[in-house]
């Protein structure tokens, strides 16, 4: 048991459990943000809760940074080593004859995805960080009265280079996503009777979620 | 057929190696991909050149001798065959052809095309085998019930022969698909139950220390295998790997 993450097998395993842990999270992040298109109230409401409520910001959201950052410093470690196993290239490689552009390419899309989260936590994240934890308002209220979150989410999708980024952002998601859905199952030993139905869910998913998000920014960017 | 040959020449394993360029003419489109290999080397040999060195041994597709990475792909572009069953009638005249060694840091180049693949061997060793004492007490096989669909899943695991196609194939130069073919062939069977536990273990810490790299599920070890070795056995070695590593 000791071994098991230094093992190949317990590597990937451990990187399946955070991208399906991270897969959740996105969900959940877009069921949230959908709100914001058919009730700015709704979303307000649903962004209150999830920005003050004790269990998600002292034990979700660590448990999250950390798979996120877990995830990224793992895909950077299995693709050094990966890389190492093979020191002369090939002078010819067919590589699209068996295998699809995304899975040859995760760690150009992760990283793509990277840039995109710290672009993301400059946006939302550093500065709610900053009113909640730094000036010390836990209201999520405006000077007006009315709750801060909807305004602030329509406001960052007024930049055009903004919304463009997210858009470039979440195809890259959605490439990542095409691969990386089956590939954290077969990871964790599922192949079975159902992999068949999971790899047409897993299209839905991969680009439903990031489509969505795209929806999301243009959207607000189109209606303010 | 007349075709333009970009083959892999290296003198020793210390040599650093090249393409070297060969024109080819009058081949048969009906030859196996080594006989055209061995026209080549008539020629060089007539020359007084030295030939290419390549592995081949029953050039019928079951000895897993052949290696060739052709065109960029293991085994050439035909699926389901090995080097030795792939015919020129899958090329054009005046087409230019890429012949290279398996590529990885686990399968090191002894001389031209022709690689070291011991590393399986030594996976295997590691684990692949079951103890049945042979002194007259065996039981008949056929004692045993065994699930029609566990039964044609072991053999279908058993079909592969350890040729390293997985390897060259694979972005990674992973060796997930050899060993976890050799890992179901047995974990699908009773036989393979007693020693289930140190089996996957073993073998999965040998091929790590090998130097084979890391499985991301790309899928192209299955398409190029000559044998059709399933992805279904990695996931199952994974299980199988897991639960060892619980009760270890």
């Known amino acids: 048991m000791s071994g098991i993450l230094n093992s190949s097998i317990g590597r990937k395993f451990a990187m399946a459990l955070s991208a ?53 410093v793992m895909g950077f470690v299995l693709e050094i080593k990966n890389n190492k196993a093979r020191q002369i290239s090939y002078a010819k490689n067919n590589g699209g004859a068996n295998s699809s552009w995304m899975s040859r ?35 999520g209220l405006l000077p007006n009265g009315g709750y801060r979150y909807y305004e602030e989410l329509t406001h960052k999708f007024v930049n055009p280079l903004r919304v463009g980024a997210y858009v470039l952002a979440f195809i890259f998601l959605a490439l990542h996503l095409l691969h990386g859905f089956n590939s954290a199952f077969q990871s964790v030993g599922a192949n079975n009777k159902y992999t068949n139905g999971l790899k047409g869910f897993s299209k839905i998913y991969a680009i439903g979620v990031p489509l969505g998000f795209i929806f999301i920014a243009l959207f607000h960017h189109f209606n303010h | 057929m007349n075709l333009t040959l970009k083959i892999w020449r290296q003198k020793d394993a210390n040599d650093k190696g090249k393409i070297v360029d060969y024109k080819i003419n009058d081949i048969s489109p009906d030859m196996s991909f080594l006989e055209m290999l061995d026209v080549l080397n008539s020629e060089l ?14 050039r019928e597709g079951i000895c897993g001798s052949c290696s060739l990475y052709i065109n960029g792909e293991a085994h050439g572009p035909d699926r389901l065959v090995t080097t ?19 590529r990885a840091k686990a399968f090191p180049v002894i001389k031209d095309l022709v690689v070291d693949r011991t590393a399986f061997d030594r996976v295997q060793h590691a684990g692949g085998f079951i103890s049945v004492n042979t002194s007259g007490n065996t039981q008949d096989a056929n004692s045993i019930p065994i699930e029609k669909v566990n039964a044609d899943k072991a053999f279908d695991a058993a079909t592969c022969i350890g040729c390293g196609a997985c390897v060259a194939s694979c972005k990674n130069s992973s060796a997930m698909l050899f060993v976890s073919a050799k890992v179901s062939q047995f ?53 199988e790997f897991l639960t060892a590593s619980l009760k270890g």
């Open chain 2, 187 to 239: 974990a699908l069977l009773p036989q393979g139950q007693v020693e289930a536990t140190d089996r996957v273990l073993n073998m999965v810490n040998q091929m790590d220390e090998e130097g084979f790299g890391n499985c991301t599920n790309t899928g192209a070890c299955e398409v190029e295998c000559p044998k059709g070795i399933s992805l279904e056995n990695i996931a199952r070695m994974n299980r």
């Open chain 2, 84 to 102: 030795c069953q792939l015919h020129m009638r899958k090329f054009k005249d005046g087409d230019t052809i890429f012949i290279e060694p398996f």
């Open chain 1, 20 to 72: 399906l842990f991270l897969m959740f999270f996105l969900l959940q992040h877009f069921a949230i943000n959908i709100l914001s298109v058919f009730s700015p109230d709704a979303f307000n409401e649903a962004s209150h809760f999830m920005g003050t409520f004790w269990a998600v910001q002292y034990l979700l959201q660590p448990i999250l940074i950390l798979g996120v950052l877990f995830h990224f």
């Open chain 2, 45 to 58: 040999i007539t020359k007084g050149d030295e030939p290419v060195a390549f592995d081949h041994d029953c």
């Open chain 1, 105 to 139: 390419n995760m760690i150009w899309s992760g990283l793509a995805i990277l840039a995109f989260i710290v672009l993301h936590f400059i946006d939302f994240w550093i500065p709610e960080l900053n009113v909640k934890y730094i000036d010390g308002d836990m209201s």
